[in-house]
């Protein structure tokens, strides 16, 4: 701005001021460059017309066929791959060679592939990341572009940034520390902003911070990709952080939607805490889940009856995820009932890894379990817990594979006529129990929903079909709502109108197979009415910038989608 508050439109003010120049700003190139541009290239679906006008006679085949006989055909060799990285390695590699074409396959077999772009097969892609390295994909910053960031995000083609994803790679799923590798994740996530939510692909920025890693088989791994030290922490961690989160205000400005992705909990909270008042900042490990879950919870109510103030709740796993869910279903109770949000949180219970937490042990406790810990004898297992609060809802947020144990189950259905049992850990080796487990030893009479897929399970005659309490249902649709209400703050009430927008959506229909969750194949209809609900809230809030206020959001959200059908050039 110059003095005096007058825009710098024609920027006389910076005209002086060294410009990087970046070289690789072009419109839509001919022959074989077009070829070679993942943005523009359609393959042998070129016209003869097309093939004319860009210089592409004879560097294609003569045949010409049709995006949808593409698809068919990339389909048909997907399946043909036995290995599950193996499909991730080409989906990849389709998206480097003709973006359009990899988002309508990911639009039109969403429940197939989705497994495979995302969460179990991409916790596997980043563990061998180093090894199936082929083109970088996003930015990546270390240690080392200390006080160059701004130069380093000015190095980025693409001026109009409207989401980045950016995780350290610390807390990688539930595998752990990855490093460098963990940029499977924000790629991961961003390919599903653009096809389930409808962002722009070149709108989307992917980041990895690296700061090293205490990964040693990845420090001795000959093929690792990231800075071979152990993780910077304290201050020369924060000040990296703080440089990256002022350079991304300063080159994208105020309305670019920042989602921290699998931070280890104790930068999580911090990180989110820290920069929610002067950035828009979005945390999915702990805001993510727990709008996505407290929609499951509201649709299981339709199911067992009562209203959220009615259970009591507990938890196996007190980090970023189950502390994040707790707090989602205390405010929503809250607001529902006149009851304070410190009344609300006495009915739900957390047990971690040294028990459950209670007054006693509230000294030794880190700050964002605190508000948790509650009057109560020490119990030192799951199990015990349970025989002694009697849950309606149990929740598992743990890591940690097999810990609802056939006893757990079965005293969860001893006391409940329709026990809600989400075992939300990924990936799937990691879940707390199976749905078979859940199902079986409930005897059929579980309300079960998992972090990753699960096939559906015969019982007795009958089939149940587990729903899956998957981040991807609610943060494209949040995203997509943030960018068109162009929003500068995330506040509770959006994460709260996510939830219930969710929970509208499934059917009576749904609830007769068992669902509380909708099917994935009406995902991007889902993301575009949770996208109005959250517009809607922004502009109730005073938080949304870009005006006036849309009559009908929903069809405005519609019309802002992205769709990967082929333009036709001249």
């Given at each position: 701005?110059?003095?005096?508050?007058?825009?710098?439109?024609?920027?006389?003010?910076?005209?002086?001021?060294?410009?990087?120049?970046?070289?690789?700003?072009?419109?839509?190139?001919?022959?074989?460059?077009?070829?070679?541009?993942?943005?523009?290239?359609?393959?042998?679906?070129?016209?003869?017309?097309?093939?004319?006008?860009?210089?592409?006679?004879?560097?294609?085949?003569?045949?010409?066929?049709?995006?949808?006989?593409?698809?068919?055909?990339?389909?048909?060799?997907?399946?043909?791959?036995?290995?599950?990285?193996?499909?991730?390695?080409?989906?990849?590699?389709?998206?480097?060679?003709?973006?359009?074409?990899?988002?309508?396959?990911?639009?039109?077999?969403?429940?197939?592939?989705?497994?495979?772009?995302?969460?179990?097969?991409?916790?596997?892609?980043?563990?061998?990341?180093?090894?199936?390295?082929?083109?970088?994909q996003g930015l990546y910053i270390s240690l080392k572009d200390k006080g160059k960031v701004l130069e380093v995000l000015k190095n980025w083609p693409e001026r109009s940034i409207q989401v980045i994803v950016v995780t350290d790679g610390e807390r990688i799923l539930g595998l752990g520390d990855l490093g460098c590798q963990g940029m499977g994740i924000p790629v991961g996530k961003l390919s599903l902003y653009t096809a389930l939510g409808g962002v722009r692909p070149s709108a989307c920025l992917p980041i990895t911070i690296d700061v090293g890693t205490n990964n040693e088989t990845l420090l001795n791994d000959e093929y690792y990709i990231g800075l071979r030290q152990r993780r910077a922490t304290g201050d020369e961690y924060h000040e990296l952080l703080q440089e990256f989160m002022t350079a991304v205000k300063q080159n994208y400005g105020e309305k670019v939607l920042v989602q921290f992705e699998d931070f280890a909990n104790h930068n999580a909270f911090d990180l989110l805490a820290k920069y929610s008042k002067s950035h828009l900042v979005f945390n999915d490990d702990i805001q993510g889940t727990a709008s996505v879950v407290l929609a499951g919870l509201l649709a299981a109510l339709k199911v067992i009856g009562g209203g959220l103030v009615d259970q009591t709740y507990l938890f196996l796993g007190a980090g970023e995820a189950g502390t994040g869910i707790a707090e989602l279903i205390a405010l929503e109770m809250s607001k529902h009932t006149d009851l304070p949000v410190d009344d609300c949180r006495k009915k739900i219970w957390l047990v971690d890894s040294k028990g459950l937490l209670v007054e006693s042990r509230k000294e030794s406790l880190q700050h964002f379990k605190k508000p948790f810990a509650h009057e109560h004898e020490e119990l030192k297992t799951l199990l015990e817990a349970v025989q002694s609060i009697k849950p309606t809802v149990l929740i598992g947020t743990s890591g940690v594979g097999k810990t609802f144990t056939q006893e757990v189950i079965e005293a969860m259905a001893s006391f409940n006529e329709k026990p809600v049992i989400f075992s939300l850990?990924?990936?799937?080796?990691?879940?707390?129990?199976?749905?078979?487990?859940?199902?079986?030893?409930?005897?059929?009479?579980?309300?079960?929903?998992?972090?990753?897929p699960f096939d559906p399970v015969e019982y007795e005659g009958k089939t149940y079909v587990p729903g899956q309490s998957n981040n991807a249902y609610v943060f494209p649709g949040f995203g997509l709502g943030v960018v068109i209400s162009g929003a500068i703050r995330v506040h509770d009430d959006m994460l709260l109108a996510a939830s219930e927008a969710l929970a509208e959506q499934v059917t009576q229909e749904n609830f007769d197979k068992g669902l509380i969750f909708p099917p994935f194949t009406n995902i991007r209809k889902i993301s575009a009415n949770i996208a109005a609900k959250v517009a809607a809230k922004a502009y109730d809030l005073g938080l949304a910038s870009r005006l006036p206020r849309p009559d009908d959001l929903v069809k405005y959200a519609e019309s802002c989608m992205y769709t990967p059908l082929y333009r036709s050039y001249r």
């Open positions: 701005m110059a003095g005096g508050g007058v825009e710098d439109a024609y920027g006389e003010d910076r005209a002086t001021e060294e410009q990087l120049v970046t070289p690789w700003s072009f419109s839509v190139a001919s022959g074989h460059s077009l070829l070679r541009d993942p943005r523009h290239n359609k393959g042998l679906a070129f016209s003869e017309a097309e093939r004319d006008a860009h210089y592409l006679r004879g560097l294609l085949p003569p045949a010409i066929v049709s995006q949808e006989h593409q698809e068919k055909k990339i389909m048909h060799n997907l399946r043909q791959y036995t290995v599950p990285l193996q499909r991730y390695i080409a989906m990849m590699d389709l998206q480097e060679r003709n973006e359009r074409l990899f988002y309508k396959l990911l639009i039109d077999n969403v429940e197939e592939l989705l497994p495979v772009v995302y969460t179990p097969v991409v916790g596997e892609a980043c563990q061998k990341y180093g090894s199936i390295y082929r083109r970088p850990s990924n990936p799937t080796s990691h879940s707390e129990c199976t749905a078979e487990e859940a199902y079986t030893w409930s005897k059929g009479t579980a309300v079960f929903a998992s972090g990753s």
